[in-house]
């Protein structure tokens, strides 16, 4: 009796897309698809039926996100490096990024990598021992974007490889942090911001670790933590090697944030933080305020950029709040007032809106 193989694993070998062969099993073998693995005679079948029609096409990826196949079979038919975390095939556009969480944990990677909490995908590139740099895969990655090129996110265990799904540069694209490397030492590593274009995203770590698995969930909304208030002094960046000319981070935000808890705990309402379970990572708005049942997302400017994102932010975080069994109102921190009918459309959403006025006290203003 021969192997059993899946859908997937055909696909890949004949280069034929995985509907065809779905739509093949089920018209000539009444396969039920519900069952991954495929044998014997209906394999052979699909082999006999599309080798000739796989190999009178160019070439393209042909696995789908949540497949799951032995790494070895991809490089038979793609190529590429098969060591490493880096592979850059030359017979598909392609940058292949095969991760494993529980492996890199072992170095301490896992507290710089994972789904953050804006879905974006944070990957420590390739380098074990020194200062990583942007040589082979990492400038493949780095440069995927700019050549046009689809970067296809694989989780390894073992011998075998599930395939997340395609993801692409977010911006900036990467960041240079001091991480360590395998014998603890810290030197300055590249981690790349990578934004899923379609993917299986639940299929990944959350940043900084793995989460506990939903059926054991942590009732991370019962649990709501002690707020302290960010730093706010101005950060200055040196030049280095990829970042030319000082840059410095102003934290306005940051020290509107500071006062506005150090307000709330004046005023007998003291805010709390509350990490949130959203999916598969943990998200957390800027204030909780217990007393109030505020969830506060604070915006540095009025602009109407930054009013659109802090719409979309609260009402995520007060809708995740919700299906966790506490209700809240969604508010937005601001410095000001916005215009007008940025105003009237957050009323109409059902968005409290906060500013601090010329005294610097804070209070709710409506249309």
């Known amino acids: 009796m021969m192997e059993p193989v899946s859908v997937a694993h055909l696909a890949l070998e004949l280069n034929v897309a995985q509907d065809e062969i779905e739509d093949y099993l089920r018209s000539e073998w009444s ?43 991809i490089h038979a ?53 020194g200062d990583q740099t942007f040589k082979s895969g990492n400038r493949a ?11 296809r996110i694989l989780r390894t265990k073992g011998v075998f490889a599930t395939y997340i799904g395609a993801f692409t540069t977010g911006e900036p694209p990467y960041e240079l942090k001091t991480i360590p490397d395998i014998n603890g030492n810290p030197r300055r590593g590249i981690i790349f911001n990578l934004l899923p274009l379609a993917a299986k ?20 909304a019962a649990s709501p933590r002690v707020w302290t208030p960010p730093e706010f002094d101005d950060v200055v960046i040196p030049a280095n090697d990829e970042i030319s000319g000082e840059r410095v981070v102003s934290r306005v935000e940051f020290e509107l944030q500071s006062a ?18 959203a999916g598969s990572t943990v998200i957390e708005p800027d204030f909780y ?37 506490l209700p809240v109102e969604p508010v937005v921190l601001l410095p000001g007032a916005p215009e007008r009918d940025l105003l009237e459309l957050m009323q109409r959403l059902g968005i409290l809106v906060v500013i601090r006025d010329d005294s610097g006290a804070f209070r709710q203003i409506v249309a």
């Open 31 to 73: 396969v039920d698809l519900d069952w991954a693995d495929l044998r014997d005679d209906a394999a052979e079948a699909v082999r006999e039926t599309f080798r000739e029609v796989g190999a009178a096409q160019p070439l393209a990826w042909r696995l789908c996100p949540g497949d799951r196949v032995r790494r070895r079979a």
């Open 77 to 129: 038919v793609y190529g590429g490096q098969q060591q490493g975390g880096i592979s850059t095939p030359r017979s598909i556009p392609d940058v292949l990024v095969f991760t494993d969480p529980s492996a890199g944990a072992k170095y301490g990677y896992d507290a710089f990598e994972g789904l953050r909490e804006d879905g974006s995908y944070a990957y420590t590139g390739e380098g074990q021992i």
């Open 141 to 151: 990655i780095r440069d995927a974007t700019s050549h046009g090129k689809a970067i």
């Open 201 to 220: 995203v639940e299929l990944l770590p959350a940043y900084g670790g793995e989460l506990e698995p939903e059926e054991s969930l942590v009732d991370y």
């Open 260 to 277: 506005f808890g150090t307000w709330l705990s004046m005023e007998g309402t003291p805010p709390a933080r509350l990490p949130l379970r």
């Open 289 to 325: 305020v217990p007393d109030r049942r505020w969830i506060v997302e604070a915006k540095r400017s009025t602009a109407r950029g930054y009013i659109r994102t802090a719409i979309g932010q609260v009402l995520d975080y007060a809708n995740v709040a919700s299906r966790a069994g």
